[in-house]
Each structure stands twice: as structure tokens, then as C-alpha cells.
């Protein structure tokens, strides 16, 4: 269990590869959040998208282009 006051999101994080401001914004968001996120194995084809399960603090989330982040059911307690 999560220590108090270290609440975890689900999302699934897509980018299209073409897309060199998603990814941008995504390389950067790696680079700051790395170490507080839990990330699956990329689920997409790679070669036109990448598709990851990614577990973080809400705040995290919030810091992606909406289009690129798809909210998941909590996992239970």
C-alpha cells in the first residue's frame, strides 16, 4: 500500500510517433516524473504510436496534453 499522501493515478499515456510535440512533451514529463511513476511495456505498434499503462501521482497527469492521457479504473485497495 501507497504511504498517506502519496495518492497514484491510472492512465494509459498514448503518442503518435509523427508528432514531435507529443513527444516532446512526453520526453519531458519522463525526465521530471521518471523516478515517481510506474510504466508498462509500450502496448502500441511503435511504428505510428506508443501506448504505455502508467501508474503516478495525479498532479503527474495533468502536466500531458489531455489528448494524450486516458483515464483507468483505481486499482483496489
Given amino acids: 500500500m501507497a504511504p498517506a499522501g502519496d495518492a497514484r493515478a491510472r492512465a494509459t499515456v498514448t503518442v503518435t510517433i509523427d508528432n514531435e510535440r507529443d513527444i516532446a512533451a512526453l ?20 511504428c505510428c504510436m506508443d501506448v504505455w499503462r502508467v501508474e503516478a501521482p495525479p498532479e503527474a497527469f495533468s502536466e500531458l496534453p489531455a489528448d494524450m492521457v486516458a483515464p483507468l479504473p483505481s486499482a483496489p485497495a
Fill in 27 to 46: 520526453n519531458a514529463w519522463l525526465r521530471r516524473w521518471g523516478p515517481r511513476i510506474r510504466c508498462s511495456d509500450n502496448q502500441g505498434c511503435g
